[in-house]
Structure formats: structure tokens, C-alpha cells
């Protein structure tokens, strides 16, 4: 792998040398701020000229995004023909133009630097010169130190070779540990992101699940393999989420996919702006729904004496009347009840033998019917 990825290895050494060239005219040179900010800056050289490809990607993905429906169909009616279905697909993704491998095209990219760097740290950690970097200058990246870990240092290394690179193995593993855990909630918060925000809400397919699924095992296997990197290659990683979550924060506000919650959001602030050209019947129908909302009153309950009222008959009392006049009516009305029960309670006792004297008849319990 060395003599394949070798060119690689002089190209990520160079860039490196560089910059750590000019952060040595602010920090010291054998400093971890010198040799992290040299690698950081590294991350944001790839990741601007990776910017082409990261526009294919968002492509990509939304033609993936309204394709689902149309792929789901075909899979269900080819289920039992599996060339038939691939073939169907192939046509497809011809017809629309789209590719589904766009939308790894940034990690594709990306990888090779990613293995390179991975290399040119642990032969530091060796001692051993690689690409550009002569002796002197990998004895002073061995000793750069990000908050007391050694830039070439693991997780996993044992007690002596974290002593031989002039630190302890616990500041070695809060620093890694530390980094691992940002790594890992960065990535999961950069996919929850996509999933919530830039995704169109109205179309259930099975696309959404997987990115779903990815949301949870991308962070996991970070987190696994995390333990095995080098803190610079840590520093690498970390730094390309933090732009990448940069990036998409960027895209998703101003080029959201429409249909998603993004979208929604967006049209609101360009319609409060006044930017927003809508069609005049759908801006009328809009405004006539809200008046009609705001018009709508809950009807007020009546005080039980009042529904008494309506329900004999009788004229409720005026507003103002007193108190004396409101007692009158409910006097009235209660004779008028009582004088009722009695004749009722009357006839039952004439039509009726061995019913209880006096007053009106007990009604019988719900459950002796």
C-alpha cells in the first residue's frame, strides 16, 4: 500500500510542512498549536476543493429523494424477477439522470487524504522520515502536544509509548476520549439534521429509513474505530464534521428540498420579507381560512339557572334587575316543579297498590329493571 499510496504520502507531507511553515512565524515551531492548526488547515483545503463534488452529492440525494415512490413501484411489481427489477432501475436512474453513487462522492474523494494522513502519523509516531518530512522535522511533530496528548498518539497505546512521546496515558485517553465523543455527536447531529429538516415530509419511502438507520450507526462506528486513530487524525476528523455540519446548515437554510420542514421555514421568511410571488387565489383562499379562524368564538356556557329557564320557557331576567327579582323566578318555577310531582306521585298511587305513602315514588336502581 505504501508504494501505491506513496505520491499521496509526499502530496499530504508537503501540504502539511507548509503550513506549518507559516503558523511557526506565530506559535512555536515544535508546538501542538503549530502542527493541529497545519492539520486543520489541511481539512479545509480538501473540503474547499471538494465543494464541487459535495454540490453533485446534494443533487444527488434529492433525485434519490423523489425517485423513491417510482422505485418502490418497480420493485413491487418485479419482485419475483430480480434481473427485470435491475434492469427497470438502470432505466430509471438513465431517464432522470441520476446517479446513486453522487451522493458518496465527498467520502470517495476524501478518503485516500484520510488514509494518507493516517499513515504519515504513525510513521511520525515511529520516528521514521516520510513524504517531505526529514528527520528534524518529525522529531518536532513528535513532540506537539494538543492539550497534553501527542499528536501521533492512541487510545490504545501502551504506558511506554505514550512515556517515549513525553506524556501519561491518562491525559493521553481524556484527550482521545474527549475527541471521540465530539466526533461521534457531531455526526449524528449533522445526519438527525438532514433527516428532520431536509427531507420531504409529504413522501414515506424507504429511503428515509435507511437514512434514518445511518443517523444511529455512523456515530457508533466512529466511536469503535476512533479508539485506533491518532490524535491528529482525530483533530482531521472532527474538523471536517464541524465544516461539513457547516456546510449543510448553509445549503439546508438557503437551498432546502422542497416539501420539508426547511422549505416551509424558508417560503415563511421570504413571504414576511415580501419576496415571495404567490399566486393571488391561493393568498386570497389563505387569508379568507384565517379571518374564518379568528371569527370562530366557542359558544359560552349558561349558568344552570338560565338553561332552567330556556328550558320552561319563561323570559330570562334583564340584565340589572337585582337579586330579588332573579329569586322570585326561581320560586316560581320550583312551586310549579313541585305541583307537577305531586299530581304525577297522585295518579301513581291511585293506579297503582302497595306504592310507599306520601310524596313521590323512589325510582328503582339502574340494575332491578
Request: proline letters at 6%; glycine letters at 10%; charged letters at 25%.
Given at each position: 500500500m505504501d508504494t501505491i499510496l506513496n505520491p499521496l504520502y509526499y502530496a499530504v507531507s508537503w501540504i502539511i510542512v507548509q503550513f506549518h511553515s507559516f503558523f511557526s512565524l506565530i506559535f512555536n515551531k515544535d508546538s501542538?498549536?503549530?502542527?493541529?492548526?497545519?492539520?486543520?488547515?489541511?481539512?479545509?483545503?480538501?473540503?474547499?476543493?471538494?465543494?464541487?463534488?459535495?454540490?453533485?452529492?446534494?443533487?444527488?440525494?434529492?433525485?434519490?429523494?423523489?425517485?423513491?415512490?417510482?422505485?418502490?413501484?418497480?420493485?413491487?411489481?418485479?419482485?419475483s424477477d430480480k434481473q427485470r427489477q435491475s434492469e427497470e432501475m438502470m432505466k430509471l436512474y438513465k431517464e432522470s439522470g441520476t446517479n446513486p453513487l453522487s451522493s458518496c462522492l465527498p467520502i470517495l474523494a476524501q478518503s485516500p487524504f484520510f488514509i494518507s494522513l493516517y499513515q504519515v502519523l504513525n510513521k511520525i509516531a515511529g520516528g521514521h522520515e516520510v513524504g517531505v518530512l526529514d528527520q528534524s522535522l518529525v522529531d518536532s511533530a513528535r513532540k506537539a502536544h494538543i492539550f497534553g496528548a501527542p499528536i501521533a498518539s492512541k487510545f490504545m497505546d501502551s504506558a511506554s509509548k505514550v512515556e517515549s512521546l513525553g506524556a501519561t496515558l491518562t491525559d493521553v485517553r481524556v484527550v482521545t476520549v474527549i475527541m471521540i465523543v465530539l466526533m461521534s455527536l457531531s455526526q449524528f447531529y449533522t445526519q438527525r439534521q438532514l433527516m428532520t429538516k431536509n427531507v420531504d415530509l409529504t413522501v414515506k419511502t424507504p429511503f428515509m429509513q435507511q437514512q434514518k438507520m445511518l443517523m444511529y450507526v455512523f456515530p457508533i462506528m466512529f466511536a469503535v474505530f476512533g479508539i485506533n486513530f491518532p490524535v491528529g487524525v482525530l483533530v482531521y476528523w472532527l474538523t471536517t464534521n464541524v465544516w461539513t455540519l457547516g456546510q449543510q446548515m448553509f445549503v439546508i437554510r438557503r437551498n432546502p428540498t422542497p416539501g420539508s420542514l426547511a422549505f416551509q421555514q424558508r417560503q415563511e421568511r421570504l413571504r414576511a420579507k415580501g419576496k415571495l410571488k404567490e399566486d393571488p387565489a391561493e393568498v386570497e383562499a389563505r387569508q379568507a381560512a384565517e379571518a374564518a379562524r379568528a371569527a370562530r368564538q366557542q359558544p359560552k356556557r349558561q349558568p344552570?339557572?338560565?338553561?332552567?329557564?330556556?328550558g320552561t320557557g319563561q323570559a330570562q331576567?334583564?340584565?340589572?334587575?337585582?337579586?330579588?327579582?332573579?329569586?322570585?323566578?326561581?320560586?316560581?318555577?320550583?312551586?310549579?316543579?313541585?305541583?307537577?310531582?305531586?299530581?304525577?306521585?297522585?295518579?301513581?298511587?291511585?293506579?297503582?297498590?302497595?306504592?310507599?305513602?306520601?310524596?313521590?315514588?323512589?325510582?328503582?336502581?339502574?340494575?332491578?329493571k
Open positions: 501542538g498549536a503549530a502542527w493541529g492548526l497545519s492539520i486543520v488547515s489541511l481539512v479545509v483545503l480538501i473540503r474547499i476543493c471538494l465543494i464541487p463534488l459535495f454540490v453533485k452529492q446534494i443533487k444527488a440525494t434529492r433525485n434519490m429523494q423523489a425517485l423513491q415512490p417510482k422505485m418502490k413501484a418497480i420493485q413491487e411489481r418485479y419482485k344552570k339557572a338560565k338553561r332552567q329557564l330556556a331576567p334583564q340584565a340589572g334587575t337585582g337579586t330579588a327579582k332573579k329569586t322570585t323566578l326561581e320560586k316560581q318555577q320550583d312551586e310549579q316543579t313541585g305541583a307537577a310531582k305531586g299530581k304525577q306521585a297522585g295518579s301513581s298511587r291511585s293506579a297503582k297498590s302497595g306504592q310507599r305513602k306520601g310524596g313521590p315514588q323512589r325510582p328503582k336502581h339502574p340494575s332491578k
